[in-house]
């Protein structure tokens, strides 16, 4: 595709319910990134994947939150047990670093509300 | 890990006026400093890019600084428009690639026509 690509794009769910986020990056892109912005909040690092290297997931705030890739594909980011504080837009971004343009592109995020 | 810290929080200026936002990170081996802006409701884009080679960059009305040795980037917009109206996160990493983009919490900018 021409970007990167989330769905949903909203999501109510209950609180106690699983969900799962997915996240197309763009095509040749080694590197995927999640972030969890809360309404007026700033962009807080959840996880990163970078080609087979082990993935860094220093900021995922509790064992409920987890994230899988396949190979340099689609990527999915699980959170069980929601609560409402999960409530926040989760944005994806992906890039290729090294080269000349590693601009990272984002999602336009999935709104995630527990009620 | 990185940890990028930014400033002003919010930052309101007259039209045709200078902005400037700030911001220090923490892992002197971060050598890739890159600034996006979030309109309202929007994704972030990218809108300036420096790496540690270099100690400005220019793109018409944006530039940005470094100091590598006080750890230290800004961010100055020029001759400030309503539509610079925007977030602004500053974000450090390694240009490889081996560590992730971590983000300032942002500035909010305003511009008053």
């Known amino acids: 595709g021409a970007g990167v690509s989330q769905s949903p794009s909203n999501k109510v769910t209950e609180k106690g319910k699983d969900v799962e986020l997915r996240c197309d990056p763009i095509?040749?892109?080694?590197?995927l990134y999640w972030y969890r912005q809360r309404l007026g909040q700033g962009l807080e690092f959840l996880i990163y994947?970078?080609?087979?290297?082990?993935?860094?997931k220093s900021g995922l705030p509790s064992d409920r939150f987890s994230a899988e890739r396949t190979g340099e594909s689609v990527s999915t980011l699980t959170i069980q047990r929601t609560q409402q504080e999960d409530s926040a837009v989760y944005l994806c971004?992906?890039?290729?670093?090294?080269?000349?343009?590693?601009?990272?592109?984002f999602g336009q995020g999935t709104r995630l509300t527990v009620v | 890990g990185e940890n990028v810290e930014q400033h002003p929080s919010t930052l309101s200026v007259q039209e045709g006026d200078s902005a400037v936002i700030k911001c220090t990170y923490s892992?002197?081996?971060?050598?890739?400093f890159p600034w996006y802006k979030q309109e309202l409701g929007k994704r972030p884009q990218l809108i300036i890019d420096i790496r540690s080679n270099v100690g400005e960059k220019k793109d018409q009305r944006i530039a940005v600084t470094l100091n590598k040795t006080a750890k230290h980037f800004s961010l100055h917009i020029t001759e400030t428009q309503p539509e610079d109206s925007a977030v602004y996160f500053c974000a450090a990493s390694l240009f490889s690639g081996n560590t992730p983009l971590v983000f300032g919490k942002g500035t909010r900018l305003s511009v008053i026509a």
């Open positions: 994947f970078q080609g087979n290297s082990a993935p860094d």
């Open positions: 971004a992906s890039s290729s670093p090294g080269h000349e343009n590693t601009e990272a592109f």
């Open positions: 892992d002197s081996a971060s050598n890739y």
């Open positions: 095509s040749g892109h080694t590197a």
